[in-house]
């Protein structure tokens, strides 16, 4: 069966370093997505994306985030400059469409910025 | 403000017994979506069951099988007979129905299943 794939599993950065979270959805998926979870706390929507553009983005996602698909498979989270409160855990997720469609999760990365 | 809550942080449950993991939530809304995701330690994060608000049958997966009760916001997921291979988080989530697709997320609720 298909599934989200993510890489790296785990990330350690310095404060201040740009990172780059790579995710390959679903081939036939066209809806994708990124959550986060900070350790001990809810999983939270980040940002959504389909057709080349952002659709939805939270208050979290600030201008040190981007999302790009760079080619036909990868969809990928940058952080520009890491702030500490940025480790958590990264999921991505892809549907087959919007709305009514169901998200199908990734393992996600573990982000730990010192 | 749309909210889903977890309300046990942890839950156990010896093998082939039946277990029931609880969530509420919190909407204006008529129309929605309810979900339960559940996480292994392996940590991919796997659809278990969902339910389309407007629909009054609950939602059966197997083993798995939802209360949902829309008039008391309550959205339970009950497991029988449970196995080993169901200890993992049990995250409870909700999506509005209109010009959004995020999912909004409980805190999940650690399932240990005992031999």
């Known amino acids: 069966e298909p599934e989200v794939t993510q890489t790296p599993s785990h990330q350690v950065t310095q404060m201040g370093q740009e990172v780059i979270l790579r995710c390959v959805p679903i081939?036939?998926?066209?809806?994708f997505y990124w959550y986060r979870q900070i350790l001990g706390q809810k999983v939270e929507f980040l940002v959504s994306?389909?057709?080349?553009?952002?659709?939805?983005k939270s208050e979290i996602f600030d201008d040190q985030f981007s999302v790009e698909r760079p080619d036909g498979s990868n969809f990928t989270l940058k952080i520009r400059s890491t702030k500490l409160e940025d480790s958590a855990m990264y999921f991505c997720?892809?549907?087959?469409?919007?709305?009514?469609?169901?998200?199908?999760f990734g393992p996600g990365t573990r982000l730990l910025v010192l | 403000a749309q909210t889903v809550t977890q309300s046990q942080p942890e839950m156990s449950v010896q093998e082939a017994e039946t277990v029931t993991l609880s969530c509420t939530y919190d909407t204006s809304e008529s129309d929605y979506y309810l979900f339960w995701y559940k996480q292994p330690p392996s940590r991919q994060m796997i659809l278990v069951i969902r339910q389309e608000a407007y629909k009054q049958q609950n939602a059966t997966e197997n083993r798995f099988s939802v209360n949902f009760q829309k008039a008391a916001k309550s959205f339970s997921l009950k497991i029988s007979d449970s196995q080993l291979g169901d200890a993992a988080m049990y995250f409870c989530?909700?999506?509005?129905?209109?010009?959004?697709?995020?999912?909004?997320f409980g805190t999940g609720t650690r399932l240990q299943v005992f031999p």
């Open positions: 989530a909700y999506r509005p129905p209109y010009n959004t697709d995020k999912l909004i």
């Open positions: 994306f389909y057709n080349n553009e952002i659709s939805e």
């Open positions: 081939s036939n998926h066209l809806y």
């Open positions: 997720a892809s549907s087959v469409a919007g709305s009514q469609e169901t998200q199908y």
